[in-house]
């Protein structure tokens, strides 16, 4: 067993299953990249302010650059009795260079360290996940300019409601990401600032320079009160925040991915690459990783809730439950940026099919409010044109038929207002064509939009 950086003060060590509850160094050895720079930017400010001579500092920042390089071709092991990342890389660092390694801790608690390593990485895993967010609006990009003139049913209520272009459905994904990827955005703004030099939690007697640190790690600003430096995980709990309203619309697109692929709807396919089959049926393609986009909402959810649980009840400055923020952490930054790769994948590779969703629009009532507006714009109240086709859809339903294969003395019978061209309007494309308000799914708008998105893309 090694011996505990605290173990002055102790008369008898834990057992190996305590230490086993205690450690953190199962998951933390995550942050060894970013522990390590902490560090060599805590010993060269050191040696600048002269709390380190420079031979001293010097030696040190020798031993700790091996370390990196050791880390990075994974030779290094840790112990379980030696807790975290931080009392490993201590001991790991005088094993190194002897004795003089214990000097690396000057002014530095393990409570500002952790928060430094937590900042670096989070700080770097949101900015992967930015660009992966763009990887798959990308995508999106490219199935939605090809598909401008296919027209699907639009649904609320998952009922059919109006004609639309898929290309304006898929743009509606393709916004929500922009907002996720503005939110990821912002949240950088409290991720980047620099909790180092904050001391346990009342700062040090040393005559540190925390601006110096924080510029070597390249954080943009510093943290004023050092209770606050290493008592709050807010930035944490912003990031899990964005991510649950970044997986949410996943989940929503993955579900209507499922949808899609069913033989009931038959609107999309698939690659192979993406989906699976089952041991037992030999027909089925089934889509695995949207389904698992899905399931994975609910871990990141999770992960949210288990951190505000967690800080609720906590009292300044920093507590062991603190040791809790990781693992949530870690597990949401794979599951999103994993999510999204699969995500990219799906769309760029998936097959649209066109013709069902054509068929399934020429074959339903979603061209009722055509009619319906038809009417209104002729001088009758929206209210009565509603009522009238409304009739008219139950007839058609009574009688197998649907609007367009009703004949003009048909319709004379429900309106006289109604005249040849009536049946132009009911037609899918015509309905999609005229919806031509801002933003609206008319082709016009949605190339609009498409030349906006591209813009943003391009601004980054
Ligand atoms: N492993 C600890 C954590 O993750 C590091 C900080 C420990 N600080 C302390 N005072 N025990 O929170």
């Known amino acids: 067993m090694s011996q505990k950086v605290w173990s002055g003060r102790f008369q008898k060590q834990p057992e190996d299953w305590v230490d086993e509850f205690n450690a953190s160094i199962p998951f933390d050895q995550q942050l060894v990249d970013e522990d390590i720079e902490g560090s060599i930017a805590h010993v060269t400010m050191l040696m600048d302010n002269k709390i380190l001579t420079s031979e001293e500092g010097n030696k040190i920042l020798g031993g700790l650059h091996s370390l990196a390089d050791k880390a990075k071709s994974k ?8 807790e975290d990342i931080h009392c490993n890389l201590e001991k790991l ?34 900015l992967e996940i930015i660009e992966s967010i763009e990887e798959l609006q990308e995508n999106l990009l490219v199935q939605a300019e090809e598909h401008v003139y296919t027209i699907m049913p639009g649904y609320t209520h998952l009922q059919r409601a109006q004609p639309i272009s898929f290309s304006h459905h898929l743009m509606a994904y393709f916004w929500m990401l922009e907002r996720d990827k503005d939110r990821m955005k912002n949240g950088l703004e409290r991720i980047d600032l620099c909790p180092l030099g904050a001391g346990a939690l009342a700062g040090t007697t040393y005559p540190i320079d925390r601006l110096q640190t924080a510029e070597i790690l390249g954080f943009q600003g510093i943290y004023e009160n050092s209770m606050d430096a290493v008592s709050d995980r807010d930035f944490i709990l912003e990031f899990l925040s964005n991510s649950s309203i970044l997986m949410m619309h996943l989940s929503r697109f993955a579900e209507e991915l499922i949808l899609w692929t069913s033989q009931e709807f038959n609107f999309v396919e698939l690659d192979d690459t993406f989906t699976t089959g089952s041991s037992i049926m030999p027909q089925k ?24 649980t967690v800080l609720k009840g906590l ?30 994948g799906m769309v760029g590779t998936m097959k649209v099919n066109k013709a069902s969703m054509e068929k399934a629009v020429d074959e339903d009532f979603s061209n009722a409010t055509e009619l319906a507006d038809y009417l209104a714009t002729k001088g009758i109240p929206f209210r ?38 009536i049946y132009d309007v009911l037609s899918p494309k015509m309905a999609v064509e005229r919806r031509n308000s801002y933003g609206g799914t008319g082709f016009d708008q949605v190339k609009e939009q498409l030349i906006k998105a591209k813009k943003k893309l391009k601004q980054g």
Do not use: W
């Not at 393609?285 to 505000?308: C, H, I, Q, W």
């Not at 009574?398 to 109604?418: G, H, P, R, V």
């Open 75 to 82: 030779e290094l092991t840790y112990s379980t009795s030696l």
């Open 93 to 126: 660092l005088t094993d190194e260079v002897g004795e003089i390694g214990g000097k690396l801790h000057t002014g530095r608690s393990r409570n500002d360290q952790v928060a430094t390593d937590m900042h670096l990485y989070l700080k770097r895993r949101v």
């Open 285 to 308: 393609k089934n889509p695995d990783m949207a389904e698992l986009v899905r399931g994975k909402t609910g871990r990141v959810y999770g992960n949210l809730f288990s951190l505000l």
């Open 315 to 344: 009292p300044l400055a920093y507590n062991k439950d603190m040791q809790e923020d990781k693992e949530g952490m870690f597990d949401t930054v794979e599951t999103t940026k994993g999510s999204l790769k699969i995500f990219a």
């Open 384 to 421: 009565q044109a509603h009522e009238i086709v409304g009739q008219l859809v139950l007839y058609c339903i009574q009688n197998n038929c649907y609007l367009k294969d009703l004949s003009i003395s048909q319709f004379k019978e429900a309106s006289t207002l109604i005249e040849n061209d």
